[in-house]
Each structure stands twice: as C-alpha cells, then as structure tokens.
C-alpha cells in the first residue's frame, strides 16, 4: 500500500471502536469502490468541525448558544441529569423516560489518570446550582470507583440548606458499566427505580 493510504488508514484507526482491518475496509471503500462518496465525507466533516460546539449551559453538542434540549421550553430544566459524555446523553433522550435537562461533564473525576475538576465540564454546573435553577439532580454516572467519587465530589459541592435533592439512578445497569452500552428498557428502570443520593 502506498504511504497516502497507509496515513488514511492510521487516521481511521484511532477512531473509537475501528480496529485494523475495519480501517482499512474503509480506507479501501473511500479510495476503490466508492470514490464518488469522499468528497461529500470530507465536506461533512469540515462543515461539522467549523458548526457543532459544546452547548454553553449543560456542555452538549449545539451549533448556537444553547443545544437543542436546552431550548425546549416543554422540558423541566430545573431537573438535571448528569452524564459523563454526549454519548451518555443519547442513550437517556433514546429511552424516552426523562423530559429533564442534562449536564455532560465530559469525563469522570480520576486522579489516578490526572482528571481533576478542572478537566471536567464542572465550573458551569456549579454555577447552575449556586443561581438557584436546579431543583434536583439526577446522577446517571458509571457505577465503579472513579464514577461514584464523581458523585461524591457533586454532593459534597451542592449549596448548603438542603435546595437540591439529589438522587442516583437505579441500577439494573451491570457495575462496572456506563449508561451509553444499556438498552433503552434497562434505562428506564434504571430512571424509574432510582434513589436518594447520600
């Protein structure tokens, strides 16, 4: 193979989930037998890069200020759920049980790996407890050790008095899992059965 496509191939891999031969499949799809489709790739690409950013209230991906969860008048935003990433937030909108707000963190407390608050989405959900809108929270984070000291780190920072009630969802996630890999049933009960936070 040539050095071109070797680089192509490299690229593909580093994607999330895309192994050696499923990038080289592509690489070999893109370059061979389907050239006609590259052009409208890259431009999609491009245009995606320049457009989708973090939405500035709850870190979800937006091309304006707010996302498109944020702008739904019809959902309660004073009920925020909190997952680790976008995709977190995907699988919740996709069981259909929560007509909440949300709050991407963009990762999980690990001090082990160098992840401190400061390398979390964390400044704006602090400031959207300390201004009052958020009446509960919701925890949809990872049930392992790095998911559960996020939680605490979120309790132990929530404003005094007692505003905010706190609750974790249920688990009939496996432990050790994420939200993204559950089923939409297993997100509702999850959802449905969770509890108080302490």
């Given at each position: 193979m040539t050095?071109?496509?070797?680089?192509?191939?490299q690229a593909l891999k580093r994607l999330p989930g895309v192994g050696y031969r499923s990038a080289e499949r592509m690489a070999l799809h893109l370059l061979v037998e389907k050239?006609?489709?590259l052009p409208a790739l890259v431009e999609a690409l491009e245009a995606?890069?320049?457009?989708?950013?973090?939405?500035?209230?709850?870190?979800?991906?937006?091309?304006?200020?707010?996302?498109?969860?944020?702008?739904d008048a019809r959902r309660d935003g004073a009920v925020v759920c909190v997952v680790e990433h976008v995709p977190d937030l995907v699988a919740m909108e996709r069981s259909g049980a929560y007509r909440g707000g949300?709050?991407?963190?963009?990762?999980?407390?690990?001090?082990?790996?160098?992840?401190?608050?400061?390398?979390?989405?964390?400044?704006?959900?602090k400031t959207r407890l300390?201004?009052?809108e958020v009446r509960e929270l919701i925890?949809?984070?990872?049930?392992?050790?790095?998911?559960?000291?996020?939680?605490?780190?979120?309790?132990?920072h929530l404003p005094p008095g007692g505003a905010v009630k706190v609750s974790r969802i249920g688990f009939g996630l496996p432990s050790g899992g994420g939200v993204l890999y559950a089923d939409a049933v297993t997100l509702r009960s999850a959802l449905e059965g969770r509890r108080e936070y302490s």
């Amino acid at each position: 193979m040539t050095p071109a496509f070797e680089q192509l191939q490299q690229a593909l891999k580093r994607l999330p989930g895309v192994g050696y031969r499923s990038a080289e499949r592509m690489a070999l799809h893109l370059l061979v037998e389907k050239p006609e489709r590259l052009p409208a790739l890259v431009e999609a690409l491009e245009a995606a890069a320049r457009a989708v950013r973090r939405c500035a209230r709850c870190g979800n991906l937006a091309e304006g200020e707010a996302c498109a969860v944020c702008a739904d008048a019809r959902r309660d935003g004073a009920v925020v759920c909190v997952v680790e990433h976008v995709p977190d937030l995907v699988a919740m909108e996709r069981s259909g049980a929560y007509r909440g707000g949300y709050h991407v963190l963009h990762g999980r407390l690990s001090p082990i790996n160098g992840v401190g608050p400061g390398e979390l989405n964390w400044e704006s959900l602090k400031t959207r407890l300390e201004t009052g809108e958020v009446r509960e929270l919701i925890l949809a984070l990872g049930n392992d050790v790095e998911g559960e000291a996020t939680c605490h780190f979120i309790q132990q920072h929530l404003p005094p008095g007692g505003a905010v009630k706190v609750s974790r969802i249920g688990f009939g996630l496996p432990s050790g899992g994420g939200v993204l890999y559950a089923d939409a049933v297993t997100l509702r009960s999850a959802l449905e059965g969770r509890r108080e936070y302490s």
